[in-house]
């Protein structure tokens, strides 16, 4: 009768220590997507026209918006765009 309820209780305890270890290893929430981050389709670090294109206030003036003239948006350029 001993051996039966010492052997409960050593599967109770590894039972609940393995569900334990299972929510440890749940992964992390992720962080919200950065705006330019989800805008830059082909992920090469720039906005092209087409990439921003239909976005008020941003596709409408991207050649103003462009500051250094290269054809694409960097990030430090998107930043000062949505600036109020």
């Known amino acids: 009768m001993k051996k039966t309820i010492i052997m409960a209780m050593v599967l109770g305890f590894a039972a609940s220590s393995h569900v334990f270890a299972q929510d440890?290893?749940?992964?992390?929430?992720?962080?919200?997507?950065?705006?330019?981050?989800?805008?830059?389709?082909?992920?090469?670090?720039?906005?092209?026209?087409?990439?921003?294109?239909?976005?008020?206030?941003?596709?409408?003036?991207?050649?103003?918006?462009?500051?250094?003239?290269?054809?694409?948006?960097q990030p430090s350029e998107l930043a000062a765009a949505l600036q109020p």
């Open 24 to 73: 440890d290893m749940a992964p992390a929430p992720t962080q919200p997507a950065d705006p330019f981050t989800s805008l830059d389709a082909n992920q090469d670090g720039n906005l092209s026209p087409a990439e921003v294109q239909g976005l008020q206030g941003i596709g409408d003036r991207f050649s103003e918006l462009d500051i250094d003239g290269n054809g694409s948006l």
